[in-house]
T-cell receptor, first 113, second 115 residues
């Protein structure tokens, strides 16, 4: 089955700097890659996603890149703010309709003011 | 906009008791997923339903069962509870009939504590 590796497990950045989180996946059939932000005591919140027919997607300060050949995808957050502090999870699925997501282990991002 | 509703938010049970967790998906969503998240862990897939039929099964113990009802809400039934079942249980919903994976939205979770 699919295996998703995520790193780093923790990341501290100064406010205003950029943060990059990287994930790799094992199943070449996977073609849907969402990113979730989880704050303490809350459910994961979808922040951006990308499909295999796209190499990059951007939404304001957040961008995701996908390299399907290398089977890795990354989350980029620019101009980080203290409210960006949370645990971020990458995930992958086969994109065939109602297939479950396989999550990475998560990255705890701390933005220091 | 309506989100995924889970109840109860918190639940305390004793060992060997049973628990029932409920999930109400976003209106018009036909797919429900259940995940278990231990402290400091990533969400682990348990089971999913599409159009009231089980569609995928993950690491769900035999002591657990689930179903999706005609109104698309789902219930996770947990019996013979063990201390190790203490975790956050999340439900997510999506629209599966499009034939490709669409956004899955998560509820706020049920925190189950087994004592």
């Amino acid at each position: 089955g699919e295996n998703v590796e995520q790193h780093p497990s923790t990341l501290s950045v100064q406010e205003g700097d950029s943060a990059v989180i990287k994930c790799t996946y094992s199943d070449s059939a996977s073609n849907y890659f969402p990113w979730y932000k989880q704050e303490l005591g809350k459910g994961p919140q979808l922040i951006i996603d990308i499909r295999s027919n796209v190499g990059e997607k951007k939404d304001q300060r957040i961008a995701v890149t996908l390299n399907k050949t290398a089977k890795h995808f990354s989350l980029h957050i620019t101009e980080t703010q203290p409210e960006d502090s949370a645990v971020y999870f990458c995930a992958a699925s086969m994109g065939l309709g109602n297939t479950p997501l396989v999550f990475g282990k998560g990255t705890r991002l701390s933005v220091i003011a | 906009a309506a989100g995924v509703i889970q109840s109860p938010r918190h639940l305390i049970k004793e060992k060997r008791e049973t628990a029932t967790l409920k999930c109400y998906p976003i209106p018009r969503h036909d797919t429900v997923y259940w995940y278990q998240q231990g402290p400091g862990q990533d969400p682990q897939f348990l089971i999913s339903f599409y159009e009231k039929m089980q569609s995928d099964k993950g690491s769900i113990p035999d002591r657990f069962s689930a179903q999706q009802f005609s109104d698309y809400h789902s219930e996770l039934n947990m019996s013979s509870l063990e201390l190790g079942d203490s975790a956050l249980y999340f439900c997510a919903s999506s629209l599966g009939r499009t034939g490709e994976d669409t956004e899955a939205f998560f509820g706020q979770g049920t925190r189950l504590t087994v004592v």
